[in-house]
């Protein structure tokens, strides 16, 4: 397990939404770091997980075979976060009801990365893509927050709203990823055949005669660089980025709303809503753009 965690290194502080979420509500993030720690485990587990599943780089660097992995992974994201809460020193009504996020948490999100797997172009919508980011990442960001909410001692209407802003939350973190994926050059998505908010965007958008073409891409861009490539282009043209810049800035003015609903402690809200403008961010630019730039150099 430990092999895993070193393999499985969070590039971002993703780990401090619970301690937020706790001095939000209290002024103090301390009691919270055992469920920064869960929150960690969880991550670490589901990343390696979804390597899996993708086949990509499940290999933890020739020091775990991929079966002891697997198994450390799964210990790692379930039997260590009970462990913790069960380690806690609280009313058991409350260690029961943090145990029940963690269960469920893994069920929502599994059920949503499971969709994404399953994810079929043809009939991909807005709609449908922000259900699918809603489990299989707001799930994992909503689970935490509303274990946060609880540890905290407030309402229970307070920890149903931590819970809906650590989905909003985890829709904007996916958005945030997919455009990484795309700076990257992997194109891993693309290679995968997985639907992004993105690319249905892209696709509800189109005009009737074009809608056949990006199908013919989609199916061909796993096999083909050249599918890839123009699929990649499609992307990231100048009016299929201002409407995703726009969606973008919707998505993170409801996680505002949220906030400013909850209130509570400023110097944390602060912090919390630059880490929303963190996932927020609009990293993509038009391949026109780009274009142009280097020309004019």
Same mark, same amino acid.
């Given at each position: ?101 963690i269960l469920t948490g893994w069920i ?81 998505? &693309? ?6 908010? !993105? +690319?249905? *965007?892209? %696709?509800?958008?189109?005009? @009737?005669? $074009? ?63 630059? &880490? ?6 609009? !990293? +993509?630019? *038009?391949? %026109?753009?780009?274009?142009? @730039?280097? $020309?004019?150099?």
């Amino acid at each position: 397990m430990a092999k895993l965690l070193e393999h499985r290194k969070l590039r971002h502080p993703l780990s401090v939404l619970p301690l937020l979420t706790h001095a939000i509500e209290t002024g103090n993030p301390r009691p919270a770091i055992p469920l920064s720690a869960v929150h960690l485990l969880w991550w670490t587990s589901a990343c390696y997980l979804d390597d899996l599943a993708d086949a990509n780089g499940a290999r933890i660097s020739g020091e775990l075979t991929e079966n002891e992995a697997l198994l450390a992974s799964v210990i790692t994201g379930n039997a260590l976060p009970i462990q913790i809460v069960l380690d806690q020193k609280l009313p058991e009504s409350v260690r029961g009801a943090l145990v029940t996020e963690i269960l469920t948490g893994w069920i929502i999100g599994v059920d949503g990365q499971i969709d994404d797997m399953r994810g079929d172009i043809g009939s991909a919508t807005r709609k449908s893509v922000v259900e699918t980011y809603r489990g299989k990442s707001g799930a994992p960001f909503g689970m935490i927050t509303a274990m946060a909410a609880m540890f905290s001692g407030t309402t229970a209407e307070k920890v149903e709203l931590w819970r809906e802003f650590g989905y909003v939350f985890g829709i904007l973190w996916q958005i945030f990823n997919d455009q990484e994926d795309i700076l990257s050059g992997r194109d891993e998505d &693309l290679l995968n055949g997985t639907v992004t908010y !993105l +690319l249905a *965007s892209v %696709l509800e958008d189109a005009p @009737a005669d $074009s809608k056949e073409h990006i199908l013919g891409l989609c199916a061909t861009a796993g096999r083909s660089v050249e599918a890839r490539n123009e699929l990649a282009g499609l992307l990231r043209t100048p009016v299929a980025l201002d409407r995703y810049r726009t969606e973008i800035d919707g998505f993170r003015a409801e996680a505002y709303r949220i906030l400013d609903e909850l209130g509570g402690d400023e110097s944390y809200l602060s912090v919390l809503r630059h &880490l929303v403008d963190h996932a927020s961010q609009m !990293l +993509l630019e *038009s391949e %026109l753009t780009v274009v142009g @730039a280097a $020309s004019a150099a």
